[in-house]
């Protein structure tokens, strides 16, 4: 049996677990906590810890982690931190191990927002009017220059602004309050046009520019009533030509290697389809395209090990099953639970309303599995001893 090396304990974790062992690998997690929660999972042969933020000493065990276990075919990181680690020293050259991941440039472009959209733009993708500003009066500037409503972010994916990955700012009463100065934590912000209208996404992978794997969903709701968090419910819909063409524009443009999420907002008021990120990484909610029946994670280890695969020419060789709902219950209760005071009556109900329904009538959940509970027991008693020690 071939083994995969997955380094990170994010959300997605545990579904690229779960979709590697399904696929016939085992699978090493490697993670920075005493234990994981992927590393609980049923289809996770043993846990690997690593214990220092230096990143030569991080490789270097990793070197001989594999070294220890030549059973390792490939190495796989999860987050974008990890990913830009590996590229900084080769791992254990001689026996090849190949590192599920894009490559420097793709990742450099991925991770800062200004650039990607920078290169959306040149690539001719549609990209809502923006501006960049290092100063409370450029920012102020370039808020008056688009009008409200606009949305802020920093360009990095890691930096959150307002204690959101991106903030709405809806009228000048709003902008005033939040920002009567530069806010000093940030060198630069991305200011761009808010776009009402509906969140469509791309899981894929490519390899050198052409798509071999293609998913399409729809982000139904988030852990946010403005629709600025992270996501907790998907559905999957038909591939349609207009995201497609955005996203295969962009991956031949980029000359796009490896896993990757593409995410739009299609204008209520036009139909357009405006580009809003590209990440070097699949979704936190990679496990909704693979329940809808496309192993991701799988094509991906694939691709790495130089594995045969067709390219997809047109929107039409995407194959998924849809429309099929799944659901991030454990997310969507964390949001509630960190909201719910500053929530009036009528929002919480709604709240608890939309909850009670996505978890009764979605196809599928992203953690919680008859086969394999003990992740989803891990993950509530944690929320568990984090309420009792915070009360």
């Not at 083994?3 to 090493?28: C, K, N, W």
């Not at 809003?276 to 280890?301: D, H, K, M």
């Not at 998924?320 to 005071?341: A, I, T």
Request: aromatic residues 10%.
């Amino acid at each position: 049996m071939q083994f995969v090396l997955t380094i990170d304990d994010y959300p997605q974790t545990l579904a690229t677990v779960r979709a590697l062992g399904e696929s016939g690998y085992g699978v090493y997690v490697g993670r920075r906590a005493n234990r994981s929660v992927a590393e609980t999972s049923r289809y996770a042969s043993g846990g690997f810890h690593l214990v220092s933020d230096d990143n030569v000493v991080i490789v270097d065990r990793l070197n001989a982690f594999l070294c220890d276990h030549p059973e390792i075919c490939c190495v796989m990181p999860i987050g974008e931190r990890s990913i830009a680690r590996l590229q900084t020293k080769s791992l254990d050259i001689e026996r090849g191990v190949p590192i599920v991941a894009v490559k420097g440039n793709t990742l450099e472009t991925c991770v800062d927002k200004i650039r990607t959209n920078e290169t959306a733009a040149v690539a001719g993708l549609r990209v809502p009017p923006s501006g960049v500003a290092r100063t409370h009066a450029e920012l102020t500037a370039i808020v008056t220059s688009i009008g409200y409503p606009v949305v802020l972010k920093s360009p990095s994916n890691e930096a959150l602004i307002c204690g959101n990955k991106a903030f709405v700012v809806d009228n000048e009463i709003v902008f005033n309050d939040h920002f009567p100065e530069w806010p000093i934590e940030h060198s630069e912000l991305l200011v761009q046009m808010f776009v009402t209208g509906e969140v469509v996404g791309s899981d894929f992978v490519a390899v050198d520019g052409d798509l071999i794997a293609y998913y399409q969903g729809n982000l139904r709701r988030t852990d946010r009533l403005d629709g600025t968090g992270f996501g907790v419910e998907f559905s999957s819909v038909a591939p349609e030509p207009k995201l497609f063409s955005v996203v295969s524009t962009l991956v031949k443009f980029m000359h796009y290697s490896g896993p990757g999420l593409v995410q739009c907002v299609r204008c209520d008021r036009t139909d357009d389809l405006y580009f809003l990120e590209v990440n070097p990484r699949f979704s936190a909610g990679i496990a909704e395209p693979v329940n809808a029946g496309v192993n991701l994670p799988s094509v991906a280890v694939g691709a790495a090990l130089g594995l045969a695969s067709a390219k997809i020419r047109s929107h039409e060789g995407a194959q998924y099953r849809y429309p099929f709902v799944s659901y991030w219950f454990e997310r969507d209760l964390l949001g509630w639970l960190d909201q719910r005071r500053y929530l009036s009556a009528h929002d919480n109900l709604r709240w608890l309303n939309q909850m009670i329904k996505a978890f009764a009538s979605c196809d599928s959940h992203i953690n919680w599995r008859w086969r394999d509970p003990l992740p989803s027991l891990f993950t509530y008693a944690r929320i568990a001893r984090n309420l009792i020690r915070r009360n």
